[in-house]
């Protein structure tokens, strides 16, 4: 759930973070948080570790757990943040696409597997929050 969602450290310029985890039950969702500046484009893409072993799910969400974006294994979950705000990001087989990231083992049967993940953080310097105003 989102409370014990990992926390990537912020970054405040270009960035590509890379990394492998593992769907460890078929039911199982990775789930990262991290601070977006205003201004910020997030893409977020995931893969499994063998060949077509499963698509992979990634699915972005705000801090009550409403879905912002979605993505699958080569079509990545792209979000622009309007203001400095707080994301999660859950990972999960395709099959199970319906799990609600506030309530622990609430999705459906997937596939359990490893996968890579790419997640790209492209700042933007134009915009310059000040308080609720942002001044481009």
Not at 37 to 52: E, H, L
Not at 53 to 78: D, K, M, S, W, Y
Not at 97 to 122: C, F, L, Q, R
Request: glycine letters at 8%.
């Amino acid at each position: 759930e989102l409370m014990q969602a990992v926390t990537i450290p912020a970054v405040a310029a270009s960035a590509v973070i890379s990394g492998a985890g593992e769907l460890e039950t078929p039911s199982d969702v990775d789930l990262f948080r991290f601070t977006i500046p205003a201004g910020a484009t997030v893409r977020v893409d995931m893969a499994s570790v063998v060949a077509n072993a499963f698509i992979g799910n990634v699915r972005l969400f705000n801090a009550q757990g409403t879905q912002i974006a979605i993505g699958t294994t080569g079509t990545p979950a792209e979000y622009t943040a309007t203001s400095t705000e707080t994301i999660f990001i859950g990972f999960s087989s395709n099959a199970n696409i319906n799990y609600n990231p506030i309530v622990s083992a609430s999705g459906d049967a997937g596939v359990a597997g490893a996968y890579t993940a790419t997640i790209e953080i492209d700042p933007d310097f134009r915009v310059v929050q000040t308080g609720s105003r942002l001044q481009i």
